[in-house]
């Protein structure tokens, strides 16, 4: 894979005691170098073009220049030498040259910050952020590993909702107020699946920043993408490999404000239960197969689980563990180890790394346990509460992940990697609930319920990269480029015996030996449950690239510049992936135990449910005979893709077209007759499948530019939403059920943006977008015999329209030009976005089975208004000995408002979270650029999470329904690298 180019920035603070009023110009000297294996190699012959006086000229044979006639202050210069195009910044003092060193080596992990001769790892970032975004086509924006780092990002989910005009509800990541439906996440420009099946874009909490360079969010269609998004499409860039051999070892411990220290609750899981691995413990027991009776077959579905539906046998033993019981224990720290290396060994001649091979490992595993209490309610259109309970959550959650890059370059121009990432994560809870259910009355209501849920991720994929027709003149041109691309991915999850019960009480319910009886009311109440997912996914892409007229300028100097006028770029791509999803359920008949046995103990459940009781008749055990359960599902998508990129001087213009040939369809066993099979096919329409795409960029001048995108995108049903599984999340919570009706969606999409660069790093930037959703599919609710069962439709129509605004800016702008050298707020960097969006759709009044209260509502999820804001201190020091220390203080705060997050049916209101501010605290020391020690707070004001339903009986007044606080997580991390590096020894010798 082709290593990005970042752009750095150096900034010579020159301190001068007496300078001549009458001096205007100065110069500039100093040797650019790169360091490739410990070996200091000059850059010969490189270009030196800097911007604001037009000046140019090459370094010599030994990497030096010398550049007079230069205006004091700060100017701008473009180094390019083969394999290097940066950009730097120099301050010019009057009658003040002293030369400087600087290692252009190019580094795929993190920008890079000259201060003083010192290197430091923060401001970089923000410039090639800022330059990235600048130089892109499109509307985009990006978060990189430091960026996340320094505003306390642990994964790629925590990082991409602090970027403008996105958030969170739940692990559901929203873009301009669109939801899971309307997104799609690549890695390395490939798509990759979801493991969860509520969800279509893979979890980002799965990706820790570890394995992270950069995330880049794309908020408007470009022809390369799938069109199958109107809210974002997430590209994940994983880190490549180290330029020199590299071991990096890190470890971290720290816990939750409600956690640690306090009494846990667990149960007697599997020995791998730490990795986040279960190995079997949880599996269905072969005595329950032998003792089922065969159903009908049908090729592909029910491959998961055996065609078998069990039935009880009071003559033997149940089968099941009786291993219903509670274990109390308290709550341990949290930890977290990671280790991580490579290199890259040049072919031949170890000073020319034009050929060579590297490579880039990485294993790290979290462990860490949350605690949160709250109260869930059920309030019907009179509001009248139907349900009260208290709710107390023990989760063990656990993240264990492995990288391995290859990366091999044949030449400057062809390269080759190949790239695999592993991610598991499991989260072991255990919940208990007690309160008010008004089926139950006079009883109150005691549940408790063990899940396991495990989910990974594995990503396989081979990337080459070639330039061909490359200018002799000019070696960062070629006219001709091509890029290949394939993944083989598979993914899946599991929830392995979960397990419920529920009891009665009229007493106190901290006389936990005195509940009156196991609840036998509803057989459905006392469950195994069993459910996997396995889903695999192919993709490949060939894009091509051709300058048709391109302008070659020749200076003074007799160095040549070229600049492409027209580029035609094109290419194909297609994916196809295969989901199989089944579950089973095994309810506990009790009724003769309840009767029989009261009170119970409900703390001493071997007690009720062993084996004798089970032969003598107290209790049976029976499948759940939803056959519906289980389903196939299969998408495959074919696309070409073609563009063309005109230059106009300042003017760039940019129409493109793409066209999509999707199959989707969901194969699953009827729910009422087991015999027969539905096959859902979701309607393809030739015509939508025509996108095209519009994008002006006007360059007004070096630090201003104007955006314009529009595009014509599809919105694909997800496989659950046409599927018939029904399934409860957790206990006392609504059903969901699929629409074989549905049909894809389309969507009109119009961006505006103008962005200015006051100085390298900077941003500054303002937009406007709005988006028109043709038949868009949204959560209904749809009436039942037991209540009510929500569902998804075609609704008639969405609006979406927003601004959104972001500022990024060193704080020494605040005081005279003159002055910020020497300024201390040249240290402090500050970072504000915000985003104010309304959103509206409308449902078909007509569809009879549609029980929704409102049929003109905002689109679920979608907050009016997203604020983020942060501010960094970064500095480097050395002491008397010459080590360097570096130190990063920086604070991070979230807020977003009232946002829809449950549909509301038959008269009852809709529910909204309401807005939660989010403060998070990070803070770390460098030594010596290898060992440093932070420390991380996060949710540092620790807000009560509320969700409140609209009282249909006062208009304005709200009713709570949910609240928790989720605690304060602290953490202190150490880490330490290792790195064989003569750079040092290599510059004393010359």
């Known amino acids: 894979m082709v290593m990005k180019k970042v752009k750095f920035i150096l900034t010579v603070v020159l301190a001068v005691a007496f300078q001549s009023a009458m001096a205007q110009t ?123 780092e320094q505003k306390g990002a642990g994964d790629v989910a925590d990082a991409t909702k602090k970027i403008t005009g996105l958030s969170t509800v739940g692990s559901v990541l929203y873009v301009r107020g669109l939801g899971d439906r309307y997104n799609v996440v690549y890695m390395n420009n490939l798509p990759i699946p979801s493991p969860d099946p509520d969800f279509r874009v893979v979890p980002l909490d799965l990706f820790p920043t570890d394995v992270v360079s950069s995330v880049q969010v794309s908020k408007v269609m470009s022809s390369e993408f799938y069109g199958d998004f109107a809210g974002g499409a997430f590209n994940i860039t994983t880190r490549s490999f180290f330029n020199d051999p590299t071991f990096k070892m890190s ?86 180890f990671s280790f991580s290396g490579g290199s890259f060994k040049p072919f031949g001649d170890a000073k020319d790394k034009s050929k060579g091979f590297g490579f880039m490992a990485l294993l790290k595993n979290d462990n860490s346990l949350k605690y949160q209490e709250g109260v869930v309610k059920i309030i019907n259109a009179q509001s009248e509460e139907r349900l009260n309970y208290d709710v107390y959550q023990y989760n ?22 190949v790239n695999s990432l592993f991610v598991n994560k499991s989260n072991d809870e255990t919940r208990e609930t007690w309160g008010y259910h008004f089926d139950y009355d006079p009883f109150n209501v005691y549940s408790r319920r063990f899940t396991y849920r495990q989910n990974y991720l594995n990503v396989n994929q081979v990337i080459g990269t070639h330039k061909f027709m490359t200018d002799k003149d000019d070696v960062n041109f070629a006219r001709l480029t091509v890029d290949w691309r394939a993944s083989m991915n598979f993914t899946g999850s599991k929830e392995p015996d979960r397990r419920q019960l529920v009891a009665l009480y009229t007493g106190d319910r901290e006389d936990t030996d005195s509940y009156d009886m196991w609840n ?115 998408q495959n998508v074919l696309g070409a893709y073609v563009d063309a990129k005109f230059r106009f001087n300042k003017l760039q213009v940019i129409p493109g077209v793409r066209v999509e040939n999707g199959y989707q369809r969901v194969l699953n066993r009827d729910q009422t007759t087991p015999s027969e099979f539905n096959n859902t096919i979701v309607p393809n329409d030739i015509v939508d499948g025509i996108l095209p795409s519009l994008i002006v960029k006007y360059e007004a001048s070096e630090k201003d530019i104007f955006r314009f995108v529009a595009s014509k995108t599809l919105t694909r049903p997800k496989f659950n939403e046409v599927a018939p599984f029904q399934y409860i999340q957790f206990f006392a919570g609504t059903k969901a059920e699929g629409n074989d009706t549905l049909k894809n969606g389309t969507n009109y999409n119009a961006d505006f943006r103008y962005e200015r660069y006051p100085r390298p790093g900077e941003m500054i930037t303002a937009g406007a977008f709005y988006k028109y959703l043709q038949n868009p599919i949204e959560q209904t609710m749809r009436g039942t015999a037991s209540g009510q069962l929500a569902s998804f439709s075609n609704a008639k129509q969405g609006h979406v329209a927003g601004v959104e605004v972001e500022y990024v800016r060193s704080l020494d702008f605040l005081v005279k030009e003159e002055n910020r050298d020497s300024s201390f707020l040249k240290n402090f960097g500050i970072g504000l976005n915000a985003a104010y ?80 501010s989010t403060l998070n605290f990070v803070s770390k020391v460098t030594f010596d650029e290898r060992f440093s020690i932070g420390l991380k707070g996060r949710n540092l004001l620790n807000p009560y999470v509320n969700i409140i339903q609209e009282d249909r009986q006062v208009i304005g007044n709200e009713l709570l329904v949910s609240s928790f606080r989720r605690g304060i997580d602290v953490s202190l991390s150490l880490s330490y690298t290792f790195i064989k590096k003569d750079s040092k020894k290599k510059l004393k010798d010359q």
Request: aromatic content about 10%; proline content about 3%; glycine content about 8%.
């Open 26 to 148: 100065g110069s500039i000297s100093g040797t650019f170098y790169k360091t490739e294996l410990g070996e200091r190699i000059p850059l010969a012959l490189a270009k030196i073009m800097e911007l604001e006086q037009k000046k140019f000229i090459k370094t010599d044979f030994d990497g030096k220049f010398n550049m007079e006639g230069l205006n004091v202050g700060e100017h701008r210069f473009v180094i390019k030498c083969t394999g290097i195009h940066d950009t730097i910044s120099i301050m010019v003092a009057e009658g003040v040259n002293e030369p400087f060193e600087m290692d252009m080596s190019m580094s795929n992990e993190l920008g890079i910050v000259i201060v003083d001769g010192k290197v430091s790892n923060g401001g970089g970032t923000e410039i090639k952020v800022a330059e990235d975004t600048k130089n892109d086509d499109k509307v985009t924006t990006q978060q990189t590993a430091t960026q996340m």
């Open 251 to 336: 470890m971290s411990t720290g816990g939750n404000s409600q956690t640690v220290g306090r009494e846990f609750k667990s149960y007697n899981g599997g020995k791998f239960d730490f990795f986040g691995f279960d190995d079997g413990t949880r599996n269905i027991p072969e005595g329950v197969y032998q003792n089922s009776k065969d159903l009908t077959s049908f090729p592909g579905v029910n491959s998961i689980y055996p065609d078998k539906l069990y039935i009880t046998n009071p003559d033997i033993g149940s089968s099941f563990e009786n291993n219903f019981g509670i274990v109390d224990m308290k709550a341990r720290p949290n930890t977290s």
């Open 396 to 417: 063990y959650e656990t993240a264990t992940t492995g990288l391995l890059n290859l990366y091999l370059r044949m030449s400057p121009d062809h390269n080759i990697s």
């Open 520 to 634: 036998a009311l509803d057989v459905n109440e006392n469950h195994r449950f069993f459910s996997k997912l396995r889903e695999n996914e192919i993709a490949a892409k060939a894009h091509v690239a051709y300058v048709v007229k391109y302008k070659k300028e020749e200076n003074d100097r007799k160095q040549f510049e070229v600049t492409d006028l027209i580029t035609i770029r094109g290419g194909i791509d297609y994916k196809a992936k295969t989901r199989e999803f089944d579950y089973k359920q095994y309810n506990y008949n009790i009724k003769a135990l309840a009767d029989s046995i009261q009170p119970v103990d409900i703390y001493n459940t071997e007690e009720y449910l062993s084996n004798e009781n089970h032969q003598a008749g107290l209790f049976y055990i029976d499948e759940l005979s939803n056959f519906g359960s289980s389903y196939l599902a299969e």
């Open 837 to 916: 969006m309304w959103t509206q759709v409308t449902i078909d009044t007509l569809d009879p089975g549609n029980i929704s209260t409102n049929y003109q509502r905002p689109l679920e999820g979608a907050s009016p208004f997203l604020i983020n804001a942060d501010i960094r201190y970064m500095q480097d020091f050395k002491n008397a000995a010459g080590k360097e220390k570096t130190v990063l203080v920086s604070l991070a705060y979230n807020v977003f408002g009232r946002r829809l997050v449950a549909v509301g049916g038959n008269g009852i209101g809709d529910q909204f979270a309401k807005p939660v």
